[in-house]
């Protein structure tokens, strides 16, 4: 069974850190595209950032850049996003999924929620 | 960036309905285009990829169709399991994606 489990969401404060995980199982890791999406409380979709395969290609959404990293261990089979600076703008939930192409598998989802 | 343009917002429908939602993208994006059904508090689902193509295990009511900057999708007798939001997202470039601002299907 294919499994991708996110972790590290909870409540942070403005201006604060976090690293979410995703923990992925049940397929061949190293051999996709990854991606991370968020969505609002009540709002829509919103695409974050892709790592390819290697890790040698990372795209990030221009409202974010600067402020978050994309990463991958492929020997742990974790997907990983750091976002630093956080406002209460960042309070979402944190979607990993897979692909580079329309994403067909999701985990299902960390809340992240900032708030003094 | 590409904009995508979903409408409308929200549509009233009945058990057995033929319901049509419509995306449209700023710039041509070829049929690099996915509709997904998101449910409250779970994780969105692909329904179609590559404008028209049904993912696996999706019922064949569903249909998507266009190319370019417009795109359609088409629920056809519209059943129970159907009530909840779609989105279209636009992934022509690995740079950047988008999706619409989502379409609340519920019932009349």
């Known amino acids: 069974e294919v499994r991708l489990v996110e972790s590290g969401g909870g409540v942070v404060q403005p201006g604060g850190s976090l690293r979410l995980s995703c923990e992925v199982s049940?397929?061949?890791?190293?051999?996709?595209?990854m991606t991370w999406f968020r969505q609002a409380p009540g709002k829509g979709l919103e695409w974050v950032a892709n790592?390819?395969?290697?890790?040698?290609?990372?795209y990030y959404v221009d409202s974010m850049k600067g402020r978050i990293t994309i990463s991958r261990d492929n020997t742990k089979n974790i997907l990983y996003l750091q976002v630093n600076s956080l406002t209460a703008e960042d309070t979402a939930v944190y979607y990993c999924?897979?692909?580079?192409?329309?994403?067909?598998?999701w985990g299902q989802g960390t809340l992240v929620t900032v708030s003094s | 960036d590409i904009q995508m343009t979903q409408s409308p917002s929200t549509l009233s429908a009945s058990v057995g309905d033929r319901v049509t939602i419509t995306c449209r993208a700023s710039?041509?994006?070829?049929?690099?285009l996915a509709w997904y059904q998101q449910k409250p508090g779970k994780a969105p689902r692909l329904l179609i990829y590559?404008?028209?193509t049904l993912e696996i295990g999706v019922p064949s009511r569903f249909s998507g169709s266009g190319s370019g900057t417009e795109f359609t999708l088409t629920i056809s007798n519209l059943q129970p399991d159907d009530f909840a939001t779609y989105y279209c997202?636009?992934?022509?470039?690995?740079?950047?994606?988008?999706f619409g601002q989502g379409t609340k299907v519920d019932i009349k």
């Open positions: 999924s897979r692909g580079i192409a329309a994403s067909d598998l």
């Open positions: 997202q636009q992934y022509n470039s690995y740079s950047s994606w988008t």
């Open positions: 590559k404008a028209s």
């Open positions: 710039q041509t994006i070829s049929t690099w």
């Open positions: 790592i390819n395969k290697d890790a040698t290609e990372k």
């Open positions: 049940g397929l061949t890791f190293r051999s996709y595209w």
